[in-house]
């Protein structure tokens, strides 16, 4: 392609886990407009779930530069620097904080910029909690991406429930969608069970799942039994895990066909002739690839595990039914409304509308208005400041008193304190936590 043709494009991802970020780096080269030379600077924000060296290589998505930094440090940033496209992969509250945070900046830096960026946030996968309040806290962002049409129609009633702007809700598809189609049985045979970091949650569940899996291999020693794992000990993804599968795993006597396996989701899913899970988006990354899919009954269908959302698919059935043989069909309307299997070509052009809309916001003359979130001092008096002040900004979303200078990198010894700190609430959270809860249950 002639060099002319090519667009020079700054992109800045937000991230507060290496699921989000996975999330927000591929979201941005999806929706970044055709003919676009990208230059992707990533941010991770500085917390317990701030992604480790190895979960990064795990990802996969390289970027251009790569920061940690506070909300402030951020902030500070977005002033200094011009970005065209900025994805916000954050947790909801987080959204807000920034979205408050950077309208004040961009106030302030009105009269010497001509234009501030995209600015774009979503879901790193099924959305089937706090859809309301999730919905909300990111409401202000010119593009709210929804994964599925489901998902599109869900978002717009929520907002037009509320009497919000509807208009920044755009439907695309998970951006981790793709591999090879499933063509038949490998050689050995191989079952998949994708773990979650919190759900289930208590001890008893959890350790009945793995009891099931390791039966399972040990029913048909034939096969490869494989145990997925999103983290090692002491690493935190988007969810804390208080009970790591890789701990319970060391009570049993498992058989020399049941492993743990860490590494990328797809290069897993590339040997899988059955997956199996609770309520993992693994599931639809494998369905997307027309793997055989099961989503677990045996604890339930409820909310509380998020398996409530494959209600319809087709996929749920118990360890009873899957030991005996059978393997779910999955229901073809279900699995096109969640933008999934859609393959090749439809898939790609899951992302034209999200494209044609940024290259319109891009263009508009005299730069975009400043972002307009439904949560406001007048909307949510009692709701807002709180969550503003977690990232250390104040209503108007300017950086409280006290808070450390912007641009200042912490110093050695500092940073030695807060490693330490981080590892004592990661011990904290796996070990000194459950023996509480434990305690408790007396």
């Known amino acids: 392609m002639p060099a002319s043709a090519t667009k020079s494009l700054r992109v800045a991802v937000l991230a507060d886990s290496d699921t989000r970020w ?4 591929l979201t941005a080269n999806r929706i970044a407009p055709e003919n676009s030379d990208i230059r992707l600077d990533g941010y991770l924000l500085r917390g317990r779930a701030t992604p480790t060296a190895r979960q990064l290589d795990e990802v996969g998505v390289q970027a251009d ?40 900046v961009w106030a302030d830096a009105a009269a010497g910029r ?3 960026p995209v600015v774009v946030t979503g879901y790193v996968g099924v959305v089937y909690e706090k859809l309301a309040d999730g919905l909300l806290l990111r409401h202000g962002a010119d593009l709210v991406l929804a994964n599925s049409r489901q998902d599109a129609d869900r978002f717009r009633a929520v907002y037009e429930g509320v009497g919000a702007d509807a208009g920044s809700v755009t439907e695309v ?47 048909h020693p034939e096969r490869e039994v494989l145990l997925k794992l999103r983290s090692k000990p ?39 002739d059955l997956l199996v899970t609770v309520s993992s988006t693994a599931a639809l990354e494998s369905l ?57 070509e439809s898939y790609d052009r899951a992302f034209d509308a999200a494209r044609e809309r940024i290259a319109k916001l891009l263009d508009r003359p005299g730069g975009l208005p400043l972002p307009a979130p439904y949560y406001t001092p007048v909307t949510a008096p009692g709701y807002l400041p709180g969550l503003l002040a977690r990232h250390h900004l104040g209503p108007d979303g300017t950086p409280l008193p006290g808070t450390p200078a912007a641009g200042k990198e912490p110093g050695p010894v500092r940073q030695i304190v807060r490693r330490a700190a981080r590892g004592a609430y990661r011990h904290g959270v796996q070990r000194v936590a459950p023996v509480i809860r434990r305690m408790g249950e007396l």
């Open 288 to 344: 997307h690839r027309r793997i055989p899919t099961a989503v677990l009954t045996d604890l339930g269908v409820r909310e509380a595990l998020g398996n409530h959302h494959f209600v319809g698919s087709g996929c749920l059935a118990s360890w009873d039914q899957l030991d005996a043989g059978h393997r779910p069909v999955p229901d073809e309307e279900w699995v096109s409304r969640q933008g999934v299997a859609a393959g090749g």
């Open 173 to 219: 598809a998970l951006p981790f969608l793709g591999g090879a189609a499933y063509t038949g049985e490998h050689d050995p045979r191989t079952v998949v069970f994708a773990a979650q970091p919190s759900v289930p949650e208590n001890r008893r569940d959890r350790t009945y799942l793995l009891n099931r899996l390791v039966e399972h291999a040990r029913r």
């Open 234 to 272: 002491g690493e935190h993804t988007t969810h804390i895990e208080e009970l790591p599968y890789q701990k319970l795993v060391q009570r049993l006597d498992p058989p020399a066909n049941f492993r743990l396996v860490y590494g990328h989701m797809g290069e897993v899913l590339d040997r899988t």
């Open 22 to 25: 996975k999330w927000g780096a």
């Open 65 to 104: 530069a790569l920061h940690e930094v506070t909300a402030v440090q951020f902030l500070h940033a977005m002033r200094e620097e011009s970005y065209d496209i900025l994805v916000l992969a954050l947790v909801g509250g987080g959204v807000q904080a920034m979205l408050h945070g950077l309208g004040r």
């Open 114 to 116: 001509a234009k501030r």
